[in-house]
């Protein structure tokens, strides 16, 4: 299996799998930035991917400056191709060592992350690090109590792939609170991710997300088979939007 911060072939597919509706996007930045201290933040993604949240908060949120961290150097290159803005910087680097100054950052956030983090608690202490005093940790990830997407109607295989791989709510909020943060809230918020069957069946073909290299060739095909069974009994009249839902837990430094 190819690791996930080598693997050019999902960096490329990454983007375009995972794009939202502007509407949606608009709305988590709105959501995300609601929990900054001050208006205008300045904003610290970490795993930023190919950058959809950096462009969004800095174009729609006054977000300034946003520095997105992430390890793998192809994620980070189509995050320069497809979400370049002029207050948004892209950096190598990893959550439990984030290449920049001590209190630096108003806001840091950890989207679809956090299951993919080695030391939980490295990351937390790093972000004590890099926040200022008031700084708040928004994290945007499923809580492995609420495995409900709609890819596990198709691939039942990954429940039981993803009940490994994604904490519980009371791990991850334990290892922030240890490492000093407060709880401000925990939610969960749901938005279109596409506004047809169809177009999730076609971004799903591309195998968009890295829960796909744990099923095998044949398993893709069979979810995807009856997925496009689906799709083409959705009426062009009045398609089905897929919406995606994600817990949101925001915390404070004091
Ligand atoms: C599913 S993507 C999420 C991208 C983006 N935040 C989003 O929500 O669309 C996960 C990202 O986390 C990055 N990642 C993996 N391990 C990491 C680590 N130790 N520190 C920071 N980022 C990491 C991966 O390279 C990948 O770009």
């Not at 995050?79 to 910087?89: I, K, L, S």
């Not at 001590?102 to 030391?119: C, I, K, N, Q, T």
């Not at 709510?169 to 240890?178: M, N, S």
């Amino acid at each position: 299996m190819t690791r996930l911060h080598d693997d050019v072939r999902l960096a490329g597919a990454y983007q375009p799998g995972n794009a939202m509706p502007e509407s949606s996007l608009r709305a988590w930045a709105e959501l995300i930035a609601s929990f900054a201290p001050c208006p205008a933040p300045a904003v610290l993604e970490i795993g930023a991917g190919t950058g959809m949240f950096c462009a969004a908060l800095a174009r729609w949120q006054r977000a300034s400056p946003v520095v997105g961290v992430d390890p793998s150097v192809p994620m980070l290159e189509q995050a320069r191709r497809h979400n370049a803005h002029p207050g948004v910087h892209y950096v190598v680097g990893s959550a439990e060592a984030v290449p920049t100054r001590a209190e630096s950052f108003d806001l840091a956030l950890l989207s679809r992350v956090v299951h993919h983090l080695p030391d939980r608690p490295a990351c937390a202490r790093e972000l004590t690090r890099v926040l200022r005093p008031g700084g708040v940790v928004v994290i945007r990830t499923t809580f492995r109590e609420r495995l409900d997407a709609l890819v596990y109607d198709y691939w039942p295989q990954l429940r039981a792939v993803d009940e490994q791989r994604f904490p519980g709510r009371q791990e991850v909020l334990a290892d922030f609170t240890r490492a000093g943060f407060t709880v401000r809230e925990v939610t969960s918020f749901a938005q279109p991710v596409t506004p047809a069957l169809r177009a999730y069946h076609e971004r799903m073909s591309t195998r968009p997300q890295s829960k796909f290299s744990y099923l095998t060739t044949a398993e893709f095909e069979t979810g995807l088979r009856r997925l496009a069974r689906d799709a083409a009994s959705e009426p062009a009249s009045a398609p089905w939007p897929v919406p995606e839902r994600y817990d949101l837990a925001a915390l404070a430094l004091d």
